[in-house]
């Protein structure tokens, strides 16, 4: 199908960008390079992303 093979890959970075945007602003904030809202409001989009984007690359194939 030619929906799947457009799809997943993107998902897919998408995915891994939105674990970026997990870790990194948890570094950020560590260093004192960011403040607790920012970082607060960074790690609830990114995790909300990864939850929506992740089941289109690791859905099991039905056989």
């Not at 939105?18 to 989009?45: C, H, Q, R, S, Y």
Request: with cysteine; charged share 15%.
């Amino acid at each position: 199908m030619r929906f799947d093979k457009i799809v997943r890959p993107v998902a897919c970075i998408l995915s891994f960008l939105a674990l970026a945007g997990i870790i990194v602003p948890v570094g950020l904030f560590f260093t004192n390079a960011l403040d607790k809202e920012l970082m607060k409001n960074w790690l609830f989009g990114a995790t909300i992303l990864w939850f929506v984007v992740t089941p289109f690359w690791m859905e099991r194939e039905n056989h």
